[in-house]
């Protein structure tokens, strides 16, 4: 009996293991896998294919980086059965191909030689990536670069065009177009920059010439006229200049700032600073936008729950920081940095939290324990430093004190000692650190000017002795 029940048992036990291997067997086969990536080159293109178990639905998002030069796209809902994450290709442009999994997602990263553009295709279970040639990315001549493809065969005007200047003095071509889908082309031609609006009409407002050189920035004149079945841009700039175009939605701008070289500058200047970066986004959601800045800088960004929605966007190179600031403006979000953490929430959130801080702050000091230090004043009187610090705040001969600037808290208080000329303070340890800072400050030596004379007597004999030994 007891054999016959071990024999049941072990039945058993083996009958749950194949059924537990059976339903991870399905979920396996479930979920889309990449299986292989070769590179190759066709009609002198190099191309990298990306072999999956299941086909995919779109082609995956994707960003690129100009230093290092790297394309990375994004595979979410897809593992890696590759077995390992690295494989060489050191054929023209492509260095390598980098394959990691992160939770729920697969990165693929191109690790090219020189910084290039890509377009990505699916053809049955395999994704190509057909990168252009190198040669198109050398700035010798002047490159005749798409900015975003047509989407629509449907003619639309559009809707506005204005000229602004940023803070930093860079001026900006802001355009509002009918919608997402239309394609822009933007090129370079001599000293001027030449952008096509395609399937686009220009109303009769908006058929003008811009003298926007009263402005102050590189950009002096912007004709819009139409061509045939598009709207041409031409933006004229003068001097040493470098520009970027960015989309968000329907508002396409384009940015034209001065080159300003220094070579005694150590440090870098103000504006935006970091990398530059290529981004090309349809209806991405901005949770998972966020999340692709935070990977190319390293940051760490903790996005708020009210943080929704999703955006059009169209980088094309432009610095990171001043994208991360696109697409906060673009969605009415604020940001506050602490560290290497970035929390991103809509401002309104933002400023609640901060008054929130602040109330904490003063309930805090309500309940932060006093200490009395005493001070001593060299130069100044102590009777006159007691009566600023309860009154109105320090002030010094020939400045001006902001009425009721009081320096001491709720539960300060301050007493001078005219015999040792010393003040007795008492406060919370906040405020005593102000006060000592403040009275460093102040309890100075006056600055005096020194005033000499020198008396001379002369007698008659020393004028007759002086006349003498000069021969008068």
């Not at 009609?43 to 230093?67: C, H, M, N, Y």
């Not at 001549?141 to 809707?159: M, Q």
């Not at 955006?311 to 094309?316: E, N, P, S």
């Not at 109330?359 to 009566?387: H, R, W």
Request: with cysteine.
């Amino acid at each position: 009996m007891n054999n016959q029940n071990q024999r049941w048992g072990m039945q058993m036990w083996q009958g749950i293991v194949f059924s537990a291997a059976l339903l991870l067997s399905a979920a396996t086969h479930a979920q889309t896998v990449i299986e292989s990536v070769v590179g190759s080159t066709q009609g002198g293109a190099e191309i990298v294919r990306i072999d999956l178990s299941k086909e995919l639905t779109a082609a995956p998002v994707g960003f690129a980086i100009q230093s290092p030069a790297r394309i990375a796209l994004d595979f979410p809902g897809v593992t890696s059965a590759m077995g390992r994450s690295t494989v060489d290709m050191n054929q023209g442009n492509l260095k390598s191909v980098s394959v990691v999994q992160a939770g729920d997602r697969t990165r693929v990263v191109l690790n090219l030689k020189t910084p290039v553009g890509y377009r990505a295709e699916i053809q049955g279970k395999s994704l190509l990536i057909v990168l252009d040639s190198a040669a198109q990315a050398t700035p010798v001549a002047p490159i005749n670069a798409s900015f975003a493809e047509t989407r629509t065969r449907d003619s639309a005007p559009l809707k506005d065009l204005d000229f602004r200047k940023s803070a930093d003095g860079a001026g900006r071509v802001v355009v509002t177009l009918p919608n997402n889908q239309v394609g822009v082309d933007i090129r370079q031609q001599g000293q001027t920059l030449v952008v096509e609006f395609m399937n686009s009409t220009l109303p009769e407002g908006l058929r003008r010439r811009l003298d926007v050189a009263d402005f102050g920035t590189p950009i002096k004149l912007v004709t819009t006229t139409q061509v045939g079945d598009r709207v041409r841009m031409v933006i004229e700039p003068t001097g040493n200049w470098e520009h970027s175009a960015y989309q968000s939605d329907e508002q396409f701008v384009v940015e034209v700032k001065e080159i300003k070289t220094d070579p005694k500058k150590l440090t870098q200047g103000v504006g935006y600073t970091g990398q530059k970066l290529s981004l090309n986004f349809q209806n991405i959601e901005v949770r998972s936008l966020l999340q692709v800045i935070a990977d190319f800088t390293n940051f760490n960004i903790v996005t708020s729950d009210s943080v929704s929605g999703s955006v059009t966007l169209r980088l094309q190179d432009v610095p990171w920081d001043q994208a991360l600031d696109i697409i906060l403006q673009a969605k009415g979000l604020g940001l506050r940095k602490s560290g290497n953490v970035l929390w991103v929430a809509p401002k309104d959130e933002i400023v609640a939290k901060e008054k929130l801080d602040l109330e904490s702050i003063v309930s805090t000091q309500s309940l932060e324990p006093v200490e009395n230090p005493v001070f001593p004043i060299n130069y100044a009187k102590a009777k006159d430093m007691a009566t600023q610090l309860a009154q109105g705040g320090i002030v010094a001969p020939g400045s001006i004190s902001t009425p009721n600037a009081r320096l001491l808290s709720g539960r300060g208080s301050v007493i001078a000692i005219a015999r040792t000329n010393q003040l007795f303070v008492t406060d919370i340890p906040s405020k005593l650190e102000q006060i000592q800072v403040l009275i460093s400050k102040i309890d100075v030596p006056v600055r005096q000017v020194l005033v000499e004379a020198r008396m001379v007597e002369a007698s008659d004999s020393v004028l007759e002795n002086h006349s003498g030994k000069t021969g008068c």
